[in-house]
């Protein structure tokens, strides 16, 4: 399989997860790509984003949460994503809040980046939806032990804040959020993702 990705998304890197915790990373060949710049990757992907997926006989996937989910059944089944029930429902709606607060994320930080042009009107919200999901998660048991697609989704979020806004204090207020965070540091599948700088040209 190929996965095409840029170093920088949390959402390339929630799928590099997903595979370390299926025992699948050595079945994977990363395909570095610039998702602006890149018309391989609109060839592949009508909407030219990362992460994309391409199996060994051709077949393309994209959405991060189709990608896992196929990762899992490849798996066996039944690991990232519960099989029924309340289970089930708890790792849906927490990987559908964490992906939501990092798209936010991505957004603030373009915005922040344009933010000298033009101020953009729409950081507040995005600062709003960040904060409220980010106290929604502090009430929120996670594992520390089996990963589902939830806590999966939670590290990827966390870690996307960590790497762009270093100083940002989201640890404050959320002791148990903050002390989940912490105890993640040393786990392999989230050493072996980091988040780092593109090594591709950078867009124009
Ligand atoms: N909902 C998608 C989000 C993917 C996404 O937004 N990827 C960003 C990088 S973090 C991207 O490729 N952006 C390029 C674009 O939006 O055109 C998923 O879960 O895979």
Redesign the pocket.
């Given at each position: 399989m190929q996965l095409w990705l840029?170093f920088?998304?949390?959402?390339?890197r929630?799928?590099r997860i997903a595979a370390h915790e299926l025992g699948l990373a050595g079945e994977i060949e990363l395909v570095e790509t610039d998702?602006?710049t890149d018309p391989r990757l609109r060839a592949v992907n009508p909407?030219?984003?990362?992460?994309t997926l391409i199996l060994e006989d051709g077949e393309v996937l994209?959405?991060?949460?189709a990608?896992c989910d196929h990762l899992d059944e490849r798996a066996g089944g039944g690991r990232l994503f519960p099989r029924s029930g309340r289970e089930r429902r708890r790792a849906l709606r927490l990987q559908g809040l964490s992906?939501g607060a990092?798209?936010a994320a991505?957004r603030l930080f373009a915005a922040e980046r344009r933010a000298a042009l033009q101020v953009d009107p729409m950081i507040p919200r995005f600062e709003r939806a960040i904060a409220a999901s980010l106290d929604a998660l502090e009430a929120e048991p996670l594992s520390r032990e089996a990963f589902t697609i939830a806590e999966v989704g939670v590290a990827c979020l966390l870690g996307y804040l960590d790497f762009r806004w270093p100083e940002r204090a989201w640890r404050a207020g959320r002791p148990a959020l903050a002390d989940w965070w912490t105890a993640m540091a040393e786990r392999p599948s989230l050493v072996e993702t980091a988040h780092r700088l593109p090594t591709v040209d950078p867009r124009p």
């Open positions: 840029a920088t998304s949390p959402f390339a929630k799928v998702p602006w909407l030219a984003k990362v992460p994209y959405e991060s949460s990608i992906d990092a798209t991505g």
